[in-house]
């Protein structure tokens, strides 16, 4: 069945199309091994066109193949576009018109029934006939008939809608149902503070687990301390200062595919209920689980759901999930009793105390710190360690981050240790090969997914994919807030608004029944000699849903980040937020990373670098070779180790340097603004100090798909050298080396450097020293 819209009515079918993007080579023929029929693949690509995201789908030519992948430095500078395909949710525009309605006339009542809330837009002396005029139009080729009146069961179904995503609030009284708008708390708050707000919630939505909700939540609020109109922001574009102060590695960018089935999960611990678990590989029978939390592998870019079922404490991987359907509840004195976990793996590994062990020591303990860990022997010479773990294979690509200080003893089962072994003599061959101990991975059976197809509206509400988050929504309420404000709009001005609103391509081929988002314009305002006006003027300057309302209470509980507000905007936001529940409940969700935790004790330094970038002077301190200055430039922020670092400029020898928060003393602010750009320095540092690793891969056990997924911070590009051998290039800077020197080690026997020397020769010395540590 052909599509009518491009907009999106469910978020399945686009959750699975990003996922393959996202696993390595994807391309039109490759995407049906998992689940994609060419037919949606092209359906996508068209509609991401559509919205003007066509650029973020790279069609990369290696050897014979198209690959598509998706544009990563968007997300090192702290734009997840993903967050965006919630705002593309398919509503009819006249439905527009109904919700602005309803809000708009709570907000005058104050307080209103449904029968208050019908009789007035009825009443109301233009609103009914902007209502029918847009019909009339958009039915002029159809034997369709206008309405007389607007339904009260349609106000009333609608109103409904509006209370499930948090708009509206509900309240009993005397038999009958009262609707107030939710209050948000945040209007009253100075201009100051509101950009400081901002810069929390910038920074925030690209750590956070449920991001999409602060990323509508910004969006919200930046026009309330920027003070422009939407006409001037697509007319001349600009970005906030703190925008370019940031920088995010290993933040996962694509758990935000996932969101939808993270809420689901969220809702039902809160509520204590059961969940229903399907998967995208139909050989797996559904489960009906006990949830308990939700953990986090930045490193690996994967999320966990840990349940019980049938007694046992299971995990499952979220990107393996299809649905997941809430079911009946279960009592807390009827819980699961914790059991002693069994593991099905268990590792006896050495560690050598070779020249400078100490610190790679502690890394291997921090790294391990949520593995059971029992320290067999301490000798002069070496450590050795028994690792008890459920999947060992996930260990190893770690383990051999650590070479050449660590060595496998033995391993239950016994091929742990056989694959870890041949896989470092494998290192040593000049042509890859496939280890004899390794097997071919079979790729799943698969049901093949077409175009999504209509789905009636009684559907159930998405928190994320839903009318208020619809950018068709949300640009009209934004036009209907400029007209309230004083803004002088024109006719015109509404049409270009409109052509070249955020997400859409004004020159990419319109569907069938996206031609009447078009026109909608003109029916919400009323002509005068003044000019025109509002059709809706009492709509309030902010309405929140309840994700944006959790996320910024997760924004004040999450010691992360909630530094980055002043304790009176701390305190003025916990009094509004006072009833509203976290997302998650407590110790519902751990970062769960195989990496060194760089969690830091106090957060004075980060404040103090933040207060130092926005008053645009000088950070110092005292060393051992005396007092360090530079100008701050960019906080960096490392998702699976929780450390910030510094990237600042050095003015005595004029060029930038790397410094991890945790380990520098208590910072000094400088007095005086200086005259230096550090962010135009950092880009012509970027451009003149770029380096580019070029290596070959095999790809032997889904190496190629490792290998993009080990390299989700950096743009890959690459060709075909011959069958299942890939040259690509990887492009970083100084400062990333030790992080492309440990995801080469992570890669092991798949890959051979062939160019920088320096890097080539470095994993060759450390493959060596741990081949002669074997002794066999």
């Not at 860990?373 to 773990?389: F, M, P």
């Not at 239950?412 to 000049?430: G, M, V």
């Not at 190629?704 to 390299?711: G, H, M, P, S």
Request: proline fraction near 5%; include cysteine.
């Amino acid at each position: 069945m052909p599509s009518v819209t491009n907009y999106l009515k469910n978020f399945k079918n686009i959750r699975l199309f990003f996922r393959s993007l996202a696993m390595g080579l994807h391309t039109r023929n490759t995407a049906s091994k998992r689940g994609i029929k060419k037919s949606l693949h092209d359906d996508y690509l068209k509609r991401l066109a559509y919205f003007n995201m066509g650029s973020k789908i790279r069609d990369t030519q290696i050897g014979r193949m198209h690959v598509h992948t998706i544009a990563k430095q968007d997300f090192y500078w702290g734009h997840n576009y993903l967050s965006s395909l919630y705002s593309l949710y398919a509503m009819k525009p006249e439905t527009i018109i109904l919700i602005l309605a309803i809000i708009n006339t709570i907000s005058e009542l104050e307080t209103a029934s449904i029968t208050d809330i019908y009789e007035a837009i009825n009443d109301h002396p233009h609103i009914l006939s902007a209502y029918q005029d847009f019909l009339a139009e958009k039915y002029q080729h159809t034997n369709k008939s206008l309405p007389d009146i607007i339904e009260k069961q349609m106000i009333s179904r609608l109103i409904k809608r509006l209370v499930t995503i948090g708009i509206i609030d509900e309240i009993s009284e005397r038999n009958t149902y009262i609707y107030r708008l939710m209050p948000s708390g945040i209007e009253n708050i100075t201009d100051q503070h509101l950009e400081l707000l901002s810069r929390a919630i910038f920074v925030y939505k690209n750590i956070s687990l449920f991001s999409t909700a602060g990323s509508t939540l910004l969006k919200k609020i930046q026009p309330l301390h920027t003070n422009t109109s939407l006409l001037d922001e697509l007319e001349q574009p600009t970005t906030q200062a703190y925008e370019s102060q940031y920088l995010f590695t290993y933040n996962n960018p694509l758990h935000v595919i996932d969101e939808s089935l993270f809420y689901t999960i969220a809702q039902a611990l809160q509520d204590d209920r059961m969940l229903e678990l399907s998967f995208y590989n139909k050989r797996r029978p559904k489960v009906l689980v006990q949830p308990v939390r939700i953990e986090s592998d930045y490193i690996g870019n994967r999320d966990y759901l840990i349940a019980y079922h049938k007694q046992k404490l299971v995990t499952f991987r979220i990107d393996s999930i299809d649905t997941i359907v809430t079911k009946g509840a279960f009592t807390k004195a009827n819980q699961i009793p914790q059991k002693d976990t069994k593991y099905k793996t268990t590792l006896h590994v050495r560690f050598y105390k070779l020249p400078q062990y100490e610190p790679v020591w502690d890394d291997f303990n921090n790294t391990l710190r949520h593995v059971t860990t029992i320290v067999e022997q301490d000798t002069s010479q070496y450590i050795d360690v028994e690792l008890q773990v459920q999947d060992g294979q996930v260990l190893l690509p770690v383990l051999r981050t650590f070479l050449p200080y660590i060595q496998i003893l033995h391993s239950i089962p016994k091929s742990i240790r056989t694959r870890f072994n041949d896989n470092l003599h494998h290192t040593q061959h000049e042509i890859v090969s496939e280890p004899s101990s390794y097997t071919k991975k079979i790729h799943p059976t698969w049901n093949l997914l077409s175009p999504e197809p209509t789905d009636s509206d009684n559907a159930a509400v998405s928190p994320l994919l839903n009318e208020m988050t619809a950018i068709t929504c949300s640009t009209q309420y934004r036009i209907q807030q400029d007209l309230i404000n004083g803004i002088s709009y024109t006719l015109d001005d509404l049409q270009y608004i409109i052509n070249h609103r955020p997400l859409l391509d004004s020159y990419a081929p319109v569907e069938e029944n996206d031609q009447y988002e078009q026109t909608l314009p003109s029916y919400l305002v009323i002509s005068s000699d003044q000019g025109i006006q509002p059709l809706f003027p009492h709509l309030p300057d902010l309405v929140l849903t309840t994700a944006e309302r959790m996320f910024l209470k997760d924004l004040l509980t999450d010691r992360r980040i909630n530094w980055m507000l002043p304790i009176d905007i701390q305190q003025h936001l916990e009094q509004t937020l006072a009833e509203v529940p976290t997302t998650l409940p407590a110790n519902a969700w751990a970062n769960k990373s195989l990496a060194v935790d760089r969690t830091a004790d106090s957060y004075t330094n980060h404040w103090l670098c933040t207060q130092a970038m926005i008053e645009q002077t000088t950070l110092s301190w005292e060393t051992h070779e005396g007092v360090t200055t530079v100008i701050p430039c960019k906080l960096e922020y490392n998702t699976a180790t929780n450390g910030f670092s510094l990237i600042g400029y050095h003015v005595a020898d004029e060029t930038f340097h790397y410094y991890a928060l945790d380990t520098l003393p208590t910072v000094t602010v400088g007095n005086v603004p200086v005259e230096i750009d550090a962010n135009a320095l950092y880009k012509e540092y970027q451009e003149t100090n770029r380096k580019t690793v070029l290596f070959s891969i095999y790809d032997l056990n889904n190496a190629i798909d490792r290998c993009f997924n080990a390299f989700c911070n950096y743009e890959i590009v690459g060709s075909e050298t011959g069958n299942n051998t890939f040259t690509l290039t990887v492009e970083y800077l100084p400062f990333q080396e030790k992080d492309i020197v440990r995801i080469l080690l992570s890669l092991g026997a798949a890959i051979r450097v062939q160019e920088p020397s320096i890097i080539k020769d470095q994993l060759n010395t450390i493959y060596t020293q741990a081949i002669s540590l074997l002794g066999d």
